[in-house]
């Protein structure tokens, strides 16, 4: 492609610049793999929940077969006691699974043959097992979490979590706001430039190391405080007050990062009106930095509840409800920790049962991601 | 009167409200240090310390014509070793490596382990080892007769030269650090380049689209979502899906393929490659804002390429902020402990790892799993690998720091 | 592309080889503009820019005569520094910027479609208000761009010329591996300058290149702009009515439009603008009546 040039002065044409388009190609490949990553978690979470949901589990009914049963017929008798069958219920016998249709007393009224399998004839006393799905209200409303016989509620977990992060944000939440105040408001520029790395410092601790330091120190000292009776050598309380020294830096430097925002002349405003110091900072700087200092604390806690080697060893092993932070509980992370150490077996129902967690936990920090960004967001318009 | 002045003369009980409200801050950030303290005394108190061991037999008794057994000869521990155990232990013991081959230390080791085979029965902390020596002798005394006293630094040259081992006294965390390095090699040869290219895309090629804005939105939602997620995501991707890569099946390079299982190495390096991910594209989309437009517009002005201005200039005056950012990621990474056991790494490897496709255990799984061991003795170890990475975290970040001071531009 | 620069440094060559006629190119002999049809470098025909849906300037038709120094003047936001960097498609690097209509460049328009931006840079050379030399060495300032374009010659020569003919050889000569930031501002300008012309551009564009300069500082690159005029057409930017009096050949005075779009209202030699110009608006604006 060439123009006509005046005095056959070079051409400005484009040159191909193969080299150009392929690095920029390159480098959206590397931003859009986020998305990737993103959508890589759902479909494995979402996969694997789904197969959670519908993965069959066999518990033995306790009543064998009374009667001899032929490779066709669509009436079997069972034997008296055991599980309450119903109609709707799918049952196995040896290989062969069926759904029960009707109940009359002993009598079934099954359809034979179903999911793939071939009717056959089975002798009596065979066992005959109910499939037990794990239906979403018993997952999301059960009280109870025991794999060994079939109870998926998840609510015990959850509590767990919430009570860890609830004591975590009741030690990170007034610790960290004071240390932001201090810091923005009255520290030195001195003193702020020693504190702040220290408090970084902490922040860099690993929480396998803060796991070591609530189990043997934070537990002997709450123990040697309320007395042993009172709590338990795993107890939720330690774990969460170690979770809020965990996020206590996250607080305070977001926290101070939102106050620091805050335009002199506000405060120079104050000052002229006669405010202290104190009224300044709490009366005019706080309620300005509002929304800086709410999406602090979202984050944190969305950190907290995703918070996992604390848990797993200061919190105790074993779901437990309760509401007492000094008895042992075991946290939807501390659970996934504890059954995934060891070697899994894939399609288990245990393997199944990590990714339906993993997406309510993926959903709950998630969500306090996004609304913690969205505050932050707002708060950069009003002083940017 | 009112009428004159008709504000209340308040001014001292607001000062000395401000005081006492001032006085509560600064003691929040005092808290905040002595947890630090705390924290740090805990570890070091549980490093070291008395031990109560109780031996098979008194290393005295050994003495040869009065030569101590420290001081003995090669051939003269060979023959304690052999006098003392079963002939089928020597046997075993001979055929495996002949004595006349050994070193005076190995054989010294056997004696050791085999001979004279001391065995914790009590730990006491540093604190209590300093100020309370009256009690822990008393108690030695009442409750074990037959233990002598010795002094321990858990943390010492060949704990961290030892591999892994079920007694606490000759554990060490030789495979653990080894393996650490190993996953952080991968996790930094996966996790930077895709990283700082994502960063690149985002501040200098991408257009005010939607699609940009998904990307950032989420890229910044990554970075909050928990690293047990990314463990979960790890163990169905690379352990499971991408097994015959992962294990080095493919490439023939494992004779067993069930071994590892895909719980190797690689298939670690990965997973925390994806947790750091978004961590490094924040922190180099800082670095990369940080260089001034003009300089941009200088070498556009120039007639230079989008792709020259950024390698001549972009990348050159923000490639510190990006490396600092990079580290303080990698350093999380060190630290990460849950996504590995999700992903199975094997808690007791006594063997180093030998490539990406080897099993492999970290400093953090270690530190796990004698925490969650119910004797004492191996919190004293587990301390001790505390500190060992603390230090590897501590040497990390002096790095960044330096790599800071040395690159700070000005424009 | 090998032809393009032999072709290019041939011309430098030739018309460094008349110093005299440098030397002998003082304010007063320029009048002979009036006489032979000039040869235009640079014409805009139809020129609008749009920010997103704001017209910021519009239909400007102006032509830059070669070697001569064009002054574009006018009020804070008259879209004086729009119309500079939409002559090298400097603007395309604002996001929402749009151009409508030609800028003819040697008979060709820059922005027909097949045309690289790239290239029509590194021809229309750019000079910033704020100096901004790279935080490399000042060779390596100068060598840099001349890299990049692929130039086969002898690089030491290069910078020793640029530097040269922007008049800052004998300042920096002894101290080349030095940053560029250890030079003062009015050299880190001059240094741009040589930056600019190390890549031989046809055409050099400054905006204020002197707003952030003592008045030394100033003097001299202004001197050296009447220098660099022999060689190059120069389009000059500037608020300071004086600067644009003393230097330039050519004036464009632009303003404000009823719309707050940028228009040009008149253009002549600059003698003419200075004394009589032929838009009362422009007589305020130059005798400082303007408000």
Known sequence: MTTKALDGAPSLAKRPRLREAGIQGFLFLCGALSVLITVGILIVLGKESVSFFTTQQWENSNRPLAQELEAVGASIRVGEGGATLRAGDIIRVRDEIMEVVSVDGQTLTVVRGLQGTEPAAHETDLEIFRSNRVTLGEFLAGTEWNPQIGRFGILPLVTATLMTSTVAMMVALPLGLSIAIYLSEYASSRARSILKPILEILAGIPTVVLGYFALTFMTPLLRSVFGNDTVEIYNTGSAGIVIGILILPLVSSMSEDALSAVPRTLRAAAYALGATRLETAVRVVVPAAFSGLAAAFILATSRAIGETMIVAIAAGAGPALTANPFQAAETMTGHIVRISGGDLSYDSIDYNSLFAIGLVLFFMTLFLNIISQRVVRRFREVYE | MNEINPFEGNTRRRRRQGIAWRFVFQASTIVGIIVLTALLYNVINESFGLAALELEIDPASLAVDGVALEELSQEQLAQIFQANVSAGLYRRYATEKPFTERTREEVYDLVQERVIRPQLVKTWTLFETLFERDAIEAELAEKYPGARLQFFSWLNPEFVQRPQSSDPLRAGVRTAILGSLWVIAITVIFAFPIATGAAIYLEEYAPETRLTRLIQTNINSLAGVPSIIYGILGLAIFVRFMQPITSGAVFGLVDDPTTANGRTIIAAGLTLGLLIMPIIIINAQEAIKAVPNSLRNASYGLGATQWETIWSHVLPNSIAGILTGTILAVSRAVGETAPLVVIGASTFITFDPDGPFSKFTTLPIQIFQWTSRPQAEFRNIAAAAIIALLLLLLALNAAAVLLRNRYSHRY | ?291
């Not at chain 3, 006629?21 to 049809?37: F, I, K, L, W, Y």
Request: glycine residues 6%; negative net charge; charged residues 30%.
């Open chain 3, 1 to 291: 592309m090998d032809e393009r620069l032999v072709d290019s440094s041939d011309r430098v060559v030739s018309l460094t080889e008349t110093p005299d006629m440098v030397a002998h190119d003082q304010p007063g002999s320029r009048t002979e503009t009036n006489g032979a049809p000039q040869e235009r470098t640079l014409e805009t025909r139809d020129l609008r820019v749009y920010y997103g849906d704001f017209l910021a300037i519009r239909d400007v038709d102006l032509d830059f005569l070669s070697r001569k120094i064009t002054a574009i003047i006018g009020p804070s936001g008259c879209g004086k520094t729009t119309l500079l960097r939409s002559l090298n498609r400097m603007n395309e690097l604002v996001p929402i910027a749009r151009t409508e209509g030609h800028v003819m460049f040697q008979g060709q328009d820059i922005y027909a479609e097949h045309v690289d931006p790239v290239e029509v840079r590194r021809r229309i050379g750019m000079v910033f208000q704020k100096p901004n030399p790279f935080p490399k060495s000042i060779y390596e300032n100068i060598a840099w761009g001349a890299r990049i374009h692929g130039y086969k010659g002898e690089l030491d020569a290069l910078v020793e010329e640029s530097l040269k003919r922007a008049a800052l050889w004998e300042e920096v000569k002894d101290k080349l591996d030095q940053s560029g930031y250890s030079l003062s501002g009015g050299q880190q300008q001059r240094l741009c300058i040589a930056r600019a012309i190390a890549v031989r551009p046809e055409v050099i564009l400054m905006d204020e290149p002197c707003s952030a300069l003592d008045p030394v500082a100033t003097f001299r690159i202004e001197e050296l702009m009447r220098e660099l005029a022999s060689i190059y057409t120069i389009v000059i930017v500037t608020h300071n009515m004086q600067q644009a009096a003393r230097v330039s050949d050519f004036t464009a005075m632009m303003m404000l439009g009823e719309d707050k779009a940028g228009e040009m209202i008149e253009y002549d030699e600059t003698n003419t603008i200075f004394t009589r110009p032929a838009d009362p608006r422009t007589e305020d604006y130059v005798t400082g009546r303007f408000g």
